[in-house]
């Protein structure tokens, strides 16, 4: 597997071209400003006078319409969620994907259960940091960046692959190293990580050791130190050396303990049931679900998130974190 660094990407090609970012949520804003910064001419697209609009006009980038943008860009780097890319692309972004331009991501997700569709005369590229927007952009100010991949799926005309390293220096991406992967690629572990192990497998992991001890008579505070507040700690060392690292510092009693029942929490029947959520995301199952779900107005998100709030982990970690608060 190649990684890409400064000397693989030349930022020049984009010097006569113009970058509409689609969206200024919290990836559209650091990508913006990252390639407002590099010197690329960027114009951001969001409803007019909206908050997003103010914010990027008060960050001092150029703003329009998303049509407008779309319009004058060579460019168009649409970061709006997933959920809302289709009906956007199709109302205010399709007619002005013409000839030569460029359609470009930073998530497969559209085009690989094609609700986009773009034309075959358009390059369709994705440079996707491997990083949520708020800690790419403390990053590039750091002088360095973050690690990213980037995808062709149709190189029109010529120099899509150029143009997708290109963007990914100019947002210092390069400096760390980006891999070249397939859109289907990027979609499919994104999905399945964010899924099973990031959002969905850690915080249930958390709640239900947090559940475990609290059910025993064990005081609340305690178990949300023990289950959530050290998760950080923990993670930071795995980060910073892989698992190895993590078990080199932490003492001989937790190594053991975490190897001997470690293996008892998470097993077999787990991972089969990973796999189980791969195939459905690969074979767009979840892809249907979620789109349904989105169109029936997020019944079963708004009561998750609903319960969420309700839940007693959430209850005291409010409580104990105002305990953290600079005075």
Known sequence: MKIYHEKDADTRILKSKTIAVIGYGAQGRAQAQMLHDSKANVIVGVRKDGPSAKLAKKDGLKVASIADAAKKADIIHILIPDE?????????????VTAGKTLSFSHGFNIVFKRIVPPKNVNVIMVAPKCP????????????????????????T????????????????T??????ATFAEETYEDLFG????????????????????????????????????????????IYEGGIGRMYDVVSNTAEFGGRLVGPKIIDAGTKKRMKTALKDVESGKF???WMAEYAGGMKRMKKWRADEKRHQIEKVGAKIRKLFEKR
């Open 175 to 180: 400096k760390a190293g980006v891999i070249e």
């Open 84 to 96: 809302i890319q289709k009906a956007v692309y199709e109302k205010e972004i399709k007619k002005f």
């Open 158 to 173: 010529g120099d899509a692959k150029k143009i997708a390293l290109a963007m990914a220096k100019a947002m210092y991406f």
């Open 287 to 289: 892809a249907k679900v």
């Open 133 to 156: 927007g708020t800690e790419e952009r403390k990053c590039y100010l750091q002088g360095f960046g973050v690690p990213a991949l980037f995808s062709v799926e149709q190189d029109a």
């Open 194 to 237: 964010e899924q099973t192990v990031l959002c969905g497998g850690t915080a249930e992991l958390i709640k239900a050791g947090f559940e475990t001890l609290v059910e025993a008579g064990y005081p609340p505070e305690f178990a949300y130190f023990e289950c959530l507040h050290e998760m950080k700690l923990i993670v930071d060392l």
